[in-house]
């Protein structure tokens, strides 16, 4: 069973810089396709940045250049740099894995993730 924690939310001001910890147990992030989404309130999840196994980032057109997806060398942790936060980032992310290596066309599609961790919130204030 491979369960996902998050850890590293926070009330944040417009500028800041926050990184968020996905810790994975019961198996490792090795083979299979990790990412970030988030969700706002009263708004849809959606994706932010995925990362393929031995394999290129690939990021939402609103975060990149400004926020970096990375794994531990030992595939149990996946982390999310983000840089010059803004109020629209505020909403709760979640870290999510999916089975297996997803092809390209599947990665921002949250329908083709099996696991999700519980959520950490992160608020901009403006």
């Known amino acids: 069973q491979v369960q996902l924690v998050e850890s590293g939310g926070g009330l944040l001001e417009p500028g800041d810089s926050l990184s968020l910890t996905c810790a994975v147990s019961g198996r490792t992030f090795a083979d299979r396709t990790v990412a970030w989404f988030r969700q706002a309130p009263g708004k849809e999840r959606e994706f932010v940045a995925g990362s393929k196994f031995r394999g290129p980032a690939y990021y939402a057109d609103s975060v990149r250049g400004r926020f970096t997806i990375s794994r531990e060398k030992g595939n149990v942790k996946v982390y999310l740099q983000m840089n010059n936060l803004k109020p629209e980032d505020t909403a709760v992310y979640y870290c999510?894995?999916?089975?297996?290596?997803?092809?390209?066309?599947?990665?921002?599609?949250?329908?083709?993730?099996?696991?999700w961790g519980q959520g950490t919130q992160v608020t901009v204030g403006s």
């Open positions: 999510s894995a999916a089975t297996g290596n997803l092809i390209t066309s599947s990665i921002r599609n949250k329908n083709y993730y099996d696991y």
